[in-house]
């Protein structure tokens, strides 16, 4: 994919989850105090990725945890860097009791972040009130000293609905984040009137998608693209619910959305262009501590994805789409071998890419082109 003038590059990916086993090998590990059923202490999930892959060497730099990609970021030069930020920075104590699995990172890691040059972490998901409300806050105040823009969770319901707005050379970049009733969020993590939380949409329902829309109309000026980051669905398995692809093309036909990119699966689902915009279900995880547990081997959850989205500024239509996948290796990416990229082809095609698209299998990248 080679980048234009007259075009708009975005880096998009799925779940960044920094905490518990990756935030124990960085520079300032926290707490590794955890109250899951199984795992009381964060360090056993160090042990298992190292009996998976050898040794991590430990403290590694911030940059460790993003591998091959950061040379990846480097080559392609995206505009802007997109990713859903599952997990909260924060020293809290005060855990979720409700929840089994906590995920959080020490504010002095935040560099593992910056190191990426991120731009905008969507917060809308099921681990960022892990620590409570306190540990939300805590998160938010971290990441705007880190120059990193924060959408779908905020002091109150108006500032969680509120976008990150990206300035590009040819126009403005709009970027709403939520989450869905479906992906294991509780009720009262929802944002209010004077409540901290995150923008939560109670169902997929043409409402609900009226909602976004209206919230889109609000801000949107002519020429801008609008991104909509959206936590929903389960973690395993590659069906898109009917009402997901409704709700999808909805947002397209209706409310002014020019890219879905959907997350919350732990492995790359299927995507689809729609007139003429691109709507990813699930991106997959990207940076997570999951390495060495058993179970789901079917979906090679340690293969994960780089999205590198071309759109025309002028109409957000989509240009030109590369998938670059890597393997999680020792808690970070590296490159994938030729026959592992040729499963994620073979297994995108399986499970049925919108009509009219095609992959192309490159050395490293795999190139998507499509009709209409």
């Not at 093309?249 to 003429?276: K, M, Q, T």
Request: glycine share 10%; net charge negative; charged share 25%.
């Amino acid at each position: 994919m080679e980048a234009t003038r007259e075009t708009l590059r975005l880096f998009l990916c799925g779940d960044v989850m920094t905490g518990r086993g990756i935030d124990q090998v960085l520079a300032h590990p926290g707490d590794p105090e955890l109250h899951e059923p199984w795992v009381r202490d964060a360090r056993r999930y160090v042990d298992l990725a190292e009996d998976e892959h050898g040794p991590i060497p430990a403290p590694v730099p911030d940059a460790y945890p993003w591998g091959e990609a950061l040379a990846e970021l480097e080559r392609r030069r995206p505009a802007f860097r997109i990713v859903n930020l599952e997990t909260s920075i924060t020293t809290s104590s005060r855990y979720c009791v409700d929840k089994s699995v906590h995920y959080r990172m020490h504010p002095a890691n935040v560099g593992c972040l910056t190191a990426a040059h991120i731009d905008v972490a969507a917060l809308a998901n099921n681990h960022v009130l892990d620590w409570g409300t306190a540990g939300l806050l805590e998160t938010l105040d971290v990441l705007d000293a880190a120059g990193i823009a924060t959408a779908g969770a905020g002091r109150d319901l108006e500032r969680a609905r509120a976008p990150v707005v990206l300035t590009a050379e040819h126009g403005r970049v709009l970027v709403f984040s939520f989450a869905t009733d479906d992906c294991g969020v509780p009720p009262d993590w929802a944002a209010d009137v004077g409540r901290p939380g995150v923008w939560l949409l109670r169902d997929l329902s043409s409402h609900a998608a009226g909602g976004v829309g209206a919230a889109i109309r609000a801000v949107k000026r002519p020429g801008d693209v609008v991104v909509t980051s959206i936590h929903w669905g389960s973690n395993w398995g590659y069906e898109v619910s009917r009402r997901q692809r409704e709700f999808a093309h909805a947002l397209v036909e209706e409310h002014g959305v020019d890219l879905v990119h959907g997350h919350s699966s732990h492995h790359p689902r299927p995507f689809e262009v729609h007139r003429g915009k691109l709507i990813l279900y699930g991106c997959g995880d990207f940076i997570t501590d999951y390495e060495g547990i058993g179970g789901h081997e079917e979906f090679r959850g340690d293969v994960v994805v780089m999205y590198f989205v071309e759109l025309d500024p002028a109409n957000g239509r989509l240009i030109a789409l590369d998938l670059v996948p890597l393997r999680l290796e020792r808690f970070r990416p590296i490159r994938c071998s030729p026959a592992e990229r040729s499963w994620l082809v073979d297994t995108l095609v399986r499970e049925g890419i919108g009509r009219g698209v095609d992959l192309e299998l490159g050395p490293e990248a795999i190139a998507a082109h499509w009709t209409g």
